[in-house]
């Protein structure tokens, strides 16, 4: 799922919230559309109207669930899903689909500690 930068500051707000909840809490894991204009007001400056327009912008792509009454929210894909669809997608499209070729030129561009390299390393022998 393709998410641009403002629809994932809505999907943040939802995320940040389900993070702070207990496992007991989590079916709780929503929030109104009023509360998340609250949050990007302060956050981000964001007024009314552009927050409503992204929240169903994210409704529209199957990102965000409402429910009636009070028009609240709910996320549908987690964190890790979004990130995951959007790597595979930097992936198909800069390195014609090869983790070799994206972690190459991460590691020349970027480099790795000694430390990261053997967790890097563990992690590879562990999917194999």
């Known amino acids: 799922m393709k998410l641009f930068d403002s629809e994932l500051k809505v999907m943040e707000v939802l995320w940040e919230h389900a993070a702070e909840l207990s496992t007991a809490e989590l079916s709780a894991s929503e929030l109104s559309a009023k509360e998340i204009v609250d949050v990007l007001s ?49 992936i198909d499209k800069m390195y014609g689909g090869s983790s070799e070729l994206f972690f190459s030129s991460f590691l020349k561009n970027r480099g790795i500690s000694e430390e990261e390299a053997a967790r890097l390393a563990k992690m590879i022998k562990e999917a194999d």
Request: aromatic share 6%; glycine share 6%.
């Open 42 to 90: 302060k956050r981000i400056g964001w007024n009314k109207n552009t927050t409503y327009t992204v929240i169903k912008k994210c409704i529209d792509k199957g990102a965000i669930e409402r429910t009636e009454p009070g028009f609240i929210c709910k996320a549908l894909v987690s964190r890790d899903e979004v990130a995951q669809s959007e790597t595979e997608q930097l």
